[in-house]
């Protein structure tokens, strides 16, 4: 159990396209998502919290005019880099957590990334 | 050895020894942490995890150690295999938080 489908796995976008991210939680529902992103030979950063229904809560250095975050289900969270330039370039990854608390087998699993490549 | 800079800090390690991957968290707040593996263009897999009224927690092949006193946390992988060669990574979570902060990922390198 526990999976989080995120696609698509990589996109190649020109500069000022945007591009929209979805993660989905197959077999629980999330109480919560979050978003990350990571650059070549470093950690995840995160970039934003989001709760079903409500708006998201962005990290510090996040614009979130730039990185659009919509929870609208218990199931799915999508991630739109708007106006993208070459250096939102990044692996972006999302991780879902369900309601049964760290413990249990819905505690944070994350997705399988996205491989974002502005041009 | 170990690299520094630009590069993830690395420990090579010969197949079939132990490896063990440390890290120094930085919230003597956290209450909750978890060990990730992450291979290459893939998001981080779950290791193992551990609260904080433990200091030591084992799973098949690994264990998670905690020191408090001095926030430090360690994976040792017991038998090293060639599949195990990933970066690993360690997250914290404070008390009554949500979010999960990671460190700053160890790459392992397992030679044949």
């Known amino acids: 159990g526990a999976v989080v489908s995120q696609h698509p796995s990589w996109v190649i976008c020109k500069s000022g396209t945007s591009v929209k991210i979805e993660c989905r939680s197959l077999?629980?529902?999330?109480?919560?998502m979050f978003w990350y992103r990571q650059f070549p030979k470093q950690s995840l950063m995160l970039m934003a919290t989001?709760?079903?229904?409500?708006?998201?809560?962005?990290e510090q250095g996040v614009e979130k005019d730039k990185f659009l975050i919509n929870h609208a289900s218990l199931t799915l969270s999508t991630l739109t880099v708007t106006s993208a330039h070459p250096e939102d370039s990044s692996f972006y990854i999302c991780?879902?957590?369900?309601?049964?608390?760290?413990?249990?087998?819905?505690?944070?699993?994350f997705g399988s990334g996205t491989r974002l490549t502005v041009v | 050895g170990e690299s520094v800079g630009l590069h993830l800090p690395t420990l090579s390690v010969q197949e079939g020894d132990n490896s063990i991957i440390n890290c120094a968290y930085s919230?003597?707040?956290?209450?909750?942490f978890i060990w990730y593996k992450q291979e290459s263009g893939k998001g981080p897999q779950f290791i193992i995890d551990?609260?904080?009224?433990?200091d030591k927690r084992q799973g098949q092949r690994v264990t998670v150690l905690l020191n408090k006193t001095v926030k430090h946390l360690s994976l040792q992988i017991a038998a090293t295999q060639p599949g195990d060669s990933a970066v690993y990574f360690c997250?914290?979570?404070?008390?009554?938080?949500?979010?999960?902060?990671f460190g700053g990922g160890t790459r392992v390198l397992v030679k044949p």
């Open positions: 991780s879902a957590r369900g309601g049964g608390g760290e413990r249990s087998n819905y505690g944070y699993t």
């Open positions: 077999d629980f529902q999330a109480t919560t």
């Open positions: 989001s709760n079903e229904g409500s708006k998201a809560t962005y």
């Open positions: 919230n003597s707040a956290s209450d909750y």
């Open positions: 551990i609260r904080s009224n433990m």
């Open positions: 997250a914290e979570k404070v008390a009554a938080g949500n979010k999960l902060t």
